[in-house]
Structures are given as C-alpha cells and as structure tokens.
C-alpha cells in the first residue's frame, strides 16, 4: 500500500500521523475515522508526494520527516 499527498493540502505532521494510524491502526489525535482493519496495514510501504521539486525547495521537510518512519517499518 502507498499513499499519496499534496504537499499544499497537507503537512509533515499530518503526514506522519497519518502514516502512524495506517501502520498501528492507532492515532495520537481525536479522529473518527475507523480502518476496515483496527490494527492497521503491515503492507504499507510508501507515502508518495506529487510535488517532490517542492519538497527539495523547502529543504526536503516532508522528507525528512516520512523517511524516518518508512524506514522503520518491518522489512516485507
């Protein structure tokens, strides 16, 4: 599973809880949304952003953040 963002419509944060609840299944913030799967997708493997350019201009932020968590999900 990948999943894509709009780096206008969105935020680092926003994108690292997101990520956060499709893994676990859990969300540190108020949400009610409920995943046909309550303990979350261990296939997840990517967050894909449309406008990577722009990343790279703001000196990679979202980068920088998702990185970290991608590579810390379990090898497939």
Known sequence: ???GYL?????????AES???LTTG???????YRMQ???GYSTFSGAMFWTIDADRR???R???VVGPLLHGLPAK
């Open 1 to 3: 599973m990948i999943v």
């Open 7 to 15: 780096n206008s419509d969105t935020t680092p944060q926003i994108v």
């Open 19 to 21: 990520m956060r609840m």
């Open 26 to 32: 859990r969300s540190s913030l108020p949400t009610t």
């Open 37 to 39: 799967k309550p303990t």
């Open 58 to 60: 703001e000196e990679y």
């Open 62 to 64: 979202y980068s920088n």
